[in-house]
């Protein structure tokens, strides 16, 4: 059993910047990918970062591309999603989840994830 939890989001200004964290704990956290989705009211669930467990390889919506940064510190057995520029249209609750799937920008393949943190922009 993997228990997730993220924590830091928070209510910003157009242009600000915000920092999720994604603690892991219970199983071996380094095999894991971690994914950030997020959910906007009334709006499906979307994909918006992804990184292996080695922390080589990130994977970005073309919505976030160059504004955020997936990283890890496995030592912590955190995850951090970094969001700088931030725009109106990034309202949304942040989700993290882990899992060992291959296609990381799909929701079906995490097996564990968080509560999630709201994220709110105002412009």
């Known amino acids: 059993q993997v228990q997730v939890v993220e924590s830091g989001g928070g209510l910003v200004q157009a242009g600000g910047s915000l920092r999720l964290t994604c603690a892991a704990s219970?199983?071996?956290?380094?095999?894991?990918?971690t994914g950030w989705f997020r959910q906007a009211l009334g709006k499906e669930r979307e994909f918006v970062a992804a990184?292996?467990?080695?922390?080589?390889?990130?994977y970005y919506a073309d919505s976030v591309k160059g504004r955020f940064t997936a990283s890890r510190d496995n030592a912590k057995n955190t995850a951090y999603l970094q969001m700088n520029s931030l725009k109106a249209e990034d309202t949304a609750v942040y989700y993290c989840?882990?899992?060992?799937?291959?296609?990381?920008?799909?929701?079906?393949?995490?097996?564990?994830w968080g509560q999630g943190t709201q994220v709110t922009v105002s412009s």
């Open positions: 990184i292996r467990w080695n922390g080589g390889s990130t």
């Open positions: 219970g199983r071996t956290f380094r095999s894991y990918a």
């Open positions: 989840a882990v899992g060992w799937g291959n296609i990381l920008n799909s929701a079906e393949q995490y097996d564990y």
